[in-house]
């Protein structure tokens, strides 16, 4: 069966199906009906001179909310799951995930789909480049699942936030949790238009059914992201030409609710 090699985190967002695009300078000849996963030793995301990392932010999202393991569970020298191909070109879709603007030339688009997850990861499994073979049977593969992706959301100034098991276990009274929203999180929790927070009093935040509601503090979105305009903060991006909106909130709590 075919085999494609990924740095983490981004074979754990495929296998999630977070990340619906694979940016590659090639493509093969012939487009297997699936593709097993295989997660690398090396970790893509790096730290340099303290400078922002792109997408970092993004990931730590999708951590905070169970969705993928934090970097330090993240399996590496094994195959996690599977995906298939829905098509391959040379165009930009509308995806925080598609590096490169519509003239590169370097770059084909893989749009993935169906993506599963391992209930078990097979380990000890050495990558390589491109394509490559492994002896497993694509009519009997080992027990998968598609990964549930929990999200944010508003409801009459409470805001639903769902969480880890290893946040939920550290849970307390006065504490923060910093979130980079995109653009279409900011049609959640700002007003109709405009980039203005909505008046949010409450926050619960959530893990396998269990829930704890806590007051929000007057400290909450102290990060500010619009101008004395009224207008966004643009930030320069590694993966685009344009400067792109990043729109920083910190939640901050204080007393639980009863």
Known sequence: MKVLSLQQPWASLIAAGIKDVENRTWKPQEIPERILIHASKKCSIRTMSREYIEWLQEVINEQVMGNIPDFADMPSNAIIGYFSIDRIDKKVDQSIWAAGEDDDE?????????????????????????????????????????????????????????????????????????????????????????????????????????????????????????????????????????????????????????
């Open 106 to 258: 370097k770059l084909y688009y893989w749009h993935v789909k169906d993506c599963y997850l391992f209930d078990e990861p097979i380990l000890d499994v050495k990558g390589k480049l491109h394509l490559w073979e492994y002896d497993m049977d694509e009519n009997n593969l080992p027990p998968a699942h598609q990964v549930q992706l929990m999200g944010y959301k508003e409801s009459d100034g409470n805001v639903f936030l769902p969480i880890n098991e290893k946040r939920w276990n550290e849970l307390g009274e006065n504490q923060t949790q910093l979130f980079e929203l995109d653009q279409f999180a900011s049609e959640v929790f700002c007003k109709p238009g405009v980039y203005e927070i909505k008046p949010l009093k409450t926050i619960t935040l959530c893990h396998k059914g269990q829930k704890r509601t806590f007051c929000l503090t007057d400290e909450t979105f102290s990060n500010d992201f619009v101008n004395s305009n009224g207008e966004p903060i643009l930030y320069m991006s590694l993966l685009s030409e344009k400067d792109v909106p990043r729109f920083l909130v910190e939640f901050a709590w204080a007393e639980e609710i009863k």
